[in-house]
């Protein structure tokens, strides 16, 4: 199994000519403002403060980079805030645009909560990724929450809502780390490929 022994914060960007270039795998974490991004970073990490976790959401705005060793990840801005003021929304999308237009992407962690359905924002980038054939997992996050039979359920769920095998969806919890010997696994995967 993938061991990470190192992870490190490396830049933020604001445009495109900030974004890293690198021939490592770039793995992006994308999904809702406070869905557990941050608190996913750490797990992977190993670390408590790695990426900032904060209570309120949309914190994130830029694209933030961390050196994982073998791979890069790229931690992208939450989207659907809805205290953000459209002009923010609308710089937002088109970072993202340009993220996936610009950086050869080689998978994508979209985040979800599993204790909710996804969010019409949520649907709209598991389409987004679909369209532009970019690889994906469903990290469903804050799974201590629900027991293991609400939790299934969920999984399924989520699965017929995103149209993709219950297979594709990882169940985490920065809490307890559950699920993360299955996100590095998947890591381990994609930068093998």
Sequence with gaps: ???????????????????????????????????????FINMLA??????????????????????????????????????????????????LDAFFAEVKIAHVFALCDIRHDPTADDKQMIEYLYYNIIPFTVIATKSDKLSKAAAARSIQNIAAIYKCGAGNIIATSAETRGGLEKVLDRIESVINN
């Design 1 to 39: 199994m993938l061991k990470i022994t190192k992870a490190e914060f490396i830049t933020s960007a604001a445009s495109k000519e900030q974004f890293v270039k690198t021939d490592k795998p770039i793995i992006a974490v994308s999904g809702k403002s406070n869905v557990g991004k941050s608190s």
């Design 46 to 95: 190993n670390q408590k403060k790695l990426a900032k976790v904060s209570k309120e959401p949309g914190r994130t705005r830029l694209v933030n980079y961390f050196d994982f060793g073998s791979f890069i990840l790229a931690d992208l801005p939450g989207y659907g805030f809805a205290r953000v003021s459209k002009e923010e929304k609308a710089r937002w999308a088109k970072l």
